[in-house]
């Protein structure tokens, strides 16, 4: 299995700019999740899915940001206008029940 | 709501020194709790797990035990290595029971190890 696959791995963009991360998580896998991680807040959830359908999407911060998931192998997470503070590293995280996760490699947002 | 609360780092250890990470949490119901680690330039890898109490979950010789009465899952290694140095992160999911398996993350701890 080739685990969870997230691109781009790096992000290079202008303020303002529209942002779109992409996941594809572990065939099979019912549950994904997408996190934040800073140095100064740490690893935060952003909003998680399952079976596809959005179940908690308080931790996304702002109406910039939007997740969807059409189906079952793939998701994305847009920003829409981008801004410096939005910086960061991006994962993606996929499970089936309680086990606990599977991450993806991240992608690494710079917005300048 | 579901919380975990590790200690603060950064640890730096010479190498075969003997490694404690306090992890203490606070959730409603019977969490499963969980380390993972995070390698320079990685996402974050399952270290091991343990899903009630008294459990003992153990993998490439650390340890940890889901300590009900003290709520806490500290993480332990007899001799660390310098390929150790990573930074952990204690969690926890399952606390409001149900189907409920969003993660609660620590803010992490980094280990350095020197030869």
């Known amino acids: 299995d080739a685990g969870v696959i997230q691109s781009p791995r790096h992000e290079v963009t202008e303020m303002g700019q529209e942002v779109t991360l992409r996941c594809k998580p572990i065939?099979?896998?019912?549950?994904l999740f997408w996190y934040r991680q800073t140095m100064m807040r740490g690893l935060e959830l952003l909003i998680y899915?399952?079976?596809?359908?959005?179940?908690?999407d308080s931790g996304m911060p702002e109406d910039r940001f939007s997740a969807k998931m059409p189906n079952a192998s793939f998701s994305t997470l847009k920003i829409q206008p981008s801004e410096p503070r939005d910086s960061a590293v991006y994962f993606c995280?996929?499970?089936?029940?309680?086990?606990?996760?599977?991450f993806g490699s991240g992608t690494r947002l710079t917005v300048v | 709501g579901d919380s975990v609360t590790q200690m603060e780092g950064p640890v730096t250890l010479s190498e075969e020194a003997f490694l404690t990470i306090n992890c203490t949490y606070t959730?409603?119901?019977?969490?499963?709790l969980f380390w993972y680690v995070q390698y320079p330039g990685e996402g974050l890898q399952l270290l091991l797990k343990?899903?009630?109490?008294?459990d003992k979950g153990s993998n490439k010789g650390f340890e940890a035990t889901y300590r009900k009465e003290t709520t806490s899952f500290h993480l332990e290694k007899g001799s660390v290595q310098v390929s150790d140095s990573a930074v952990y992160f204690c969690a926890l999911s399952g606390g409001g029971g149900g189907s409920n398996y969003k993660l609660t993350f620590g803010k992490g701890t980094l280990l350095t190890v020197n030869p």
């Open positions: 899915f399952n079976n596809n359908v959005p179940i908690d």
């Open positions: 995280a996929s499970s089936l029940g309680p086990g606990g996760y599977t």
């Open positions: 065939s099979g896998h019912n549950s």
């Open positions: 959730a409603t119901g019977y969490p499963s």
């Open positions: 343990a899903t009630k109490a008294d």
